[in-house]
């Protein structure tokens, strides 16, 4: 069982930063991988990025890279998404997710847990 709280979500001028935070508690240590996704009203749900818990790959979306950077800090069961360079496209709830098993990151359906979401408004 895991939980995970998330946090930083606001509301930003584009061109201007914010940094996700997801705490991960319980038995967070048998996990595969931990990530993002996103979605807006009216659109599909949507990758952002992912990170291994063993080892230290991380997968990105191509709409992000170079502007969002994703981390993890074990000692906390902790990952950041820094957000730069925003742009009123990223506007969107996002959920943090956990998965025990994944076969492919960038699958929601592949994750066991998800966060209640936090929303992200960027402004023109």
């Known amino acids: 069982q895991v939980q995970l709280a998330e946090s930083g979500g606001g509301l930003v001028q584009a061109g201007g930063s914010l940094r996700l935070s997801c705490a991960a508690s319980g038995r967070t240590f048998s996990g595969y991988a931990m990530g993002w996704f996103r979605q807006a009203p009216g659109k599909e749900r949507e990758f952002v990025a992912a990170?291994?818990?063993?080892?230290?790959?991380?997968y990105s979306a191509d709409s992000v890279k170079g502007r969002f950077t994703l981390s993890r800090d074990n000692a906390k069961n902790t990952v950041y998404l820094q957000m730069n360079s925003l742009k009123p496209e990223d506007t969107a709830v996002y959920f943090c997710?956990?998965?025990?098993?994944?076969?492919?990151?960038?699958?929601?359906?592949?994750?066991?847990?998800w966060g209640q979401g936090t929303q992200v408004t960027v402004s023109s």
């Open positions: 990170i291994r818990l063993s080892g230290s790959l991380t």
């Open positions: 997710v956990y998965g025990l098993t994944v076969n492919d990151v960038s699958r929601w359906y592949d994750y066991d847990y």
